[in-house]
């Protein structure tokens, strides 16, 4: 299976859409975790390691930006997939920075999958103090 047990946090505060996401990547092998809104993923990335969060941009409490914000400064190297209903071009920089992929919806689902599985099996290399 593609997803070997690696864990996805996919959130969105619309249920449907957050289902379909879980479900396709459940059916291959990824261990999905939801929350409806980018404070209930807070929590979530405090109980667990996750390998990529997927997110809905606009969700209430916090939104998409805020989350990866938030997330980014325990863990920097966390990949994030941002899902939106506006159109790419219209992401500001700032936005756009915390993601490693931003999909329109209605998205394709294949393209998501091999962003999921590139952004889940590839780490940046870290420097560590050995290795100057």
């Given at each position: 299976m593609v997803g070997y047990g690696k864990r996805v946090l996919v959130v969105d505060d619309e249920a449907d859409m957050r289902a379909l996401v879980?479900?396709?990547l459940d059916k291959i092998g990824y261990?999905?975790?939801e929350a409806c809104d980018g404070l209930e993923a807070t929590q979530e990335v405090r109980r667990r390691h996750?390998?990529?969060i997927v997110t809905d941009l606009n969700m209430p409490n916090l939104d998409g930006v805020q989350l990866m914000m938030h997330v980014h400064e325990r863990f920097p190297d966390m990949p994030g997939i941002l899902l939106t209903g506006e159109p790419i071009e219209c992401l500001d920089?700032?936005?756009r920075a915390q993601f490693i992929e931003c999909l329109q919806k209605p998205f394709d689902i294949g393209h998501l999958l091999d962003v999921v599985h590139l952004a889940s099996h590839v780490r940046p290399y870290v420097m560590s103090g050995n290795d100057l």
């Open positions: 879980g479900l396709v261990v999905v975790v996750f390998d990529v920089h700032r936005t």
